[in-house]
């Protein structure tokens, strides 16, 4: 039987001892995203310690995962949805060259410029898909003003949210949103089946979050926390393709992961992973 598989987020990551994490990755099919590296190379705190940690980790027997940019360009270069997060012979070739060169690479100025790209392209939508559906959507503009704005009510937004963008053509949005990225459009993100129309469909629920809070939340939506809540959208797209995520975030990742995937699994730490996630290695 295929076993289960287990995104990990940063705050679950920082947590959780190296040893316990280890002991972890070794009886189940855990998944060191990408991202997760790119976060511990760049923290301001215990920096040494994390890269460490992601390194023992991933040489015991966790697998590491591309990142959002790289899934999305090749979905677009071969016009079909992306396959399995982890190649195992990918994460065998990283395990091999980081005991060759005695220590993890990553191609860090591109994925930091990737990211900082990415944060004025999640920004700018805020306000004109927010004030659009107000405009030619009377009814849901009714709907959306009898929103409870509370942190308390944050699934609840979610899942209204997710409903909302479902309503919407996705595959429209992508391509407005990612002009260039294939010369065949009518031929890339068609469906469900694809993880560039998932990152889109969690992308805009949290848009649609930030236009609501912009106009009935305490304070406005800051770069900082929009670049943050980008990476942390990346875990919860990575879920379409996994069983179940591990994240201690109650503020976006949870809320947004159970609204766009109730069918999953979300813990908050590795003791609440049932023994269906244990994996018998042969």
Known sequence: ???????LDKNVFVATKTDVLCGFAQNNFLILPEILLYECLTTQKNKEVLVDRFEQVLLVGAHICPNIKTILNKEANNLSPYGSLVNPKTTDKIRSAYK????????????SEYLDENVSDFLNPVEKLYEEIQLNHPEVSASIGQLD??????????????QLVEQQDIHRLAMENLEGITNQPEKYCLSDRWVS???FRVTFAVILEYGFLRHHGPAGIKEDR????????????????????????KKLVTP???????????????????DEYLCHWS
């Open 226 to 249: 929009a670049k943050h809540d980008l990476r942390d959208v990346e875990y919860v797209c990575l879920l379409s393709r996994a069983d179940g995520l591990l994240t201690r975030d």
């Open 256 to 274: 947004l992961a159970e609204a766009a995937f109730p069918d999953k699994d979300v813990f908050s730490k590795l003791d609440e992973v049932p």
């Open 149 to 162: 704005a509370s942190a308390d009510n944050r699934l609840d937004r979610f899942r209204f949210w997710v």
């Open 100 to 111: 060759e060169q005695n220590g993890i690479f990553c191609n860090l100025s591109a994925m």
């Open 1 to 7: 039987m295929k076993p289960k598989q287990l995104i």
């Open 197 to 199: 129309w998932q990152f």
